[in-house]
Each structure stands twice: as C-alpha cells, then as structure tokens.
C-alpha cells in the first residue's frame, strides 16, 4: 500500500464510521505511524508503507473507530500552539481552556516573576503554557491522580519555573505548601455527575475524576471559594460550563464572566480588585 492509498483508505473508514474529521484524521495516524510530516506526506505519490507500517496503520484506524479519541491514540495534542503529551489518564486539552491562558497573559502584563498557581492541573496544559510564555514566572501545578499526575510531570520535564505537586485540592490545601499566588487558576471538573452517562463516547474514555463535578456540578468551586483567601494576593480565574455562570456569580459576588468567541460563558474571574 502507498502512502497515498493509506491516507484515502483511512479516510474513507473514517467516514463511514461518522467521524467528521476523517481527512485530517486518517493524515495525523499516517504521521504518527510513519514519524513523517503532514506536508511530505501530502506530497508523497508511489512512496510505500512497510509492512509493519501498513498494519500499525490498519490497527490505528479501527482503534479510532472503536470510540479512542485521537489525542490518545497519537499521543499528543496541541494547546496555545504547544504540544502536550496525552493519555489516557488525563483529560485531552480543549482548545476553549486557551481563553485562561489568554486572560493570565493579560492580567500578568507588567507584573515581574509573578507567582502562578494551576489546580486540577492534568496535563499541565495552562500552567505549563504560562511557564513557558513567562520566564520570569514561578509556577506551581496540583494533581491528584497518579495516571494524571505522571502525564503531567512528563510535560513538565525541563520546564524549570514549573513545580508540579502532587495533592487533593478538596483536602488540606496547607498541607500542599503553596506559596502566596499572583493569579490562581483552574480548569476543575465541572459536569453533574447525573449528566456524565450521557456524555458523548469519546468524552467518557476520558477519566470520570476529570469530569465530575458533583451532584450539582459546584463542589469544586466551593472548594475554590475557600482556598482563595489563604493563598490569592491577587485573582482568581475558573473555567465553567457554559450554564454555570449564574450560579457563579452569586458564589463569588464582584466577580466578571469571560465569554468564548460564540458568546458562551466559559471563565469566571474573581479579585481582579485585590492588586
Ligand atoms: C477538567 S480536568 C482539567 C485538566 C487541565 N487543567 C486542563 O485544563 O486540561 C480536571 C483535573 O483535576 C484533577 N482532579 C480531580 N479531582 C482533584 C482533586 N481533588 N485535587 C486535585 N486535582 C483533582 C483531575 O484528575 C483532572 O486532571
């Protein structure tokens, strides 16, 4: 099989499988299988697969059929123009969590080696993103979960302003020995828990303890509300559900909703007043 039949032939799977995406799709299993570019590969006309290739690729494509998201079968991910290695222990970073990134940059501008904290942190996608785009920054990442948290400490290999503690945000914060922060963020989980089963497919071969929020999708938040005063010198930035916002603002009266480029209410912002 050439290179170009194997991308038409995964394309073709892949949309008759419903998969929306299948050309991009069948081209970024083309490029992990063969560790060639997206743009040689396209280029590329009798080149032939070996035969492990050609099998690995087969494999591939029926694990995307199989409901695998593609992050996980890849292996890495994209956010804020970085790559970021993914599985399955950890939620896929979502191109909507790029707003905290942008609010952090514009909030930090100005301020020399602020002090960042990330809660729920997974792969490490918004602290990590902010270490890097701020050297001067100091950033201090929290996971709980071991999967989570190992997926995070290979992301954050060779970041040396990123410091990645591992702990549980809803038990004693001060056993976690946070420093004082400029800005605290964090992307917690947020859905109902009586709305995960019926999330899509894909959603749920991420990790539940990602996802659920609680019975009324708040218990993170809570949780946040209490740990603000101990450790915020200045905002506090929380990514929500779109429905969420309401319910935000009357926990954390003062504070501004940031919507996404549809309208949708994605981030809540609180002390932006503080410093
Ligand atoms: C919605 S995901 C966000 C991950 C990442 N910040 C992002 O934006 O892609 C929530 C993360 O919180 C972690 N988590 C869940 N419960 C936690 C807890 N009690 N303490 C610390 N982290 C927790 C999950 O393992 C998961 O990685």
Excluded: H
Aim: proline share 5%.
């Amino acid at each position: 099989m050439t290179k170009a039949q194997a991308r038409k032939y995964g394309q073709e799977a892949l949309a008759s499988s419903g998969i929306s995406n299948a050309p991009s799709e069948s081209l970024w299993l083309l490029e992990s299988v063969t560790g060639e570019t997206a743009s040689k590969l396209l280029a590329s006309q009798g080149d032939e697969l070996t035969a492990e290739q050609e099998k690995n690729f087969r494999d591939k494509i029926a694990e995307r059929i199989s409901g695998r998201p593609i992050q996980y079968i890849t292996g890495k991910w994209e956010f804020y123009g970085r790559e970021f290695y993914t599985a399955e222990g950890a939620l896929i970073p979502r191109p909507e969590t790029e707003l905290l990134v942008d609010f952090a940059l514009e909030y930090l501008k100005g301020r020399e080696n602020p002090v960042i904290i990330d809660l729920c942190a997974g792969t490490g996608c918004i602290g990590l993103t902010l270490a890097s785009l701020i050297p001067g920054s100091k950033v201090y990442l929290v996971e709980k979960y071991d999967e989570a948290f190992e997926i995070l400490a290979k992301n954050a290999r060779g970041v040396k302003n990123a410091v990645i503690i591992k702990g549980d945000i809803l038990e004693d914060i001060a056993s976690l020995g946070l420093p004082e922060c400029d800005l605290l963020l964090s992307n917690p989980p947020y859905i109902k828990s009586s709305e995960i089963p019926a999330l899509q497919t894909e959603v749920l071969r991420e990790p539940v303890t990602a996802l659920d929020g609680g019975e009324d999708g708040l218990t993170f938040y809570r949780a946040l509300k209490k740990i603000i005063p101990s450790l915020c010198r200045g905002a506090a930035a929380f990514e929500c559900g779109e429905d969420q916002g309401g319910d935000l603002m009357n926990m954390f009266p003062g504070s501004r909703l940031l919507r996404d480029c549809y309208g949708n209410v994605r981030v809540l912002v609180e002390g932006e007043d503080r410093c």
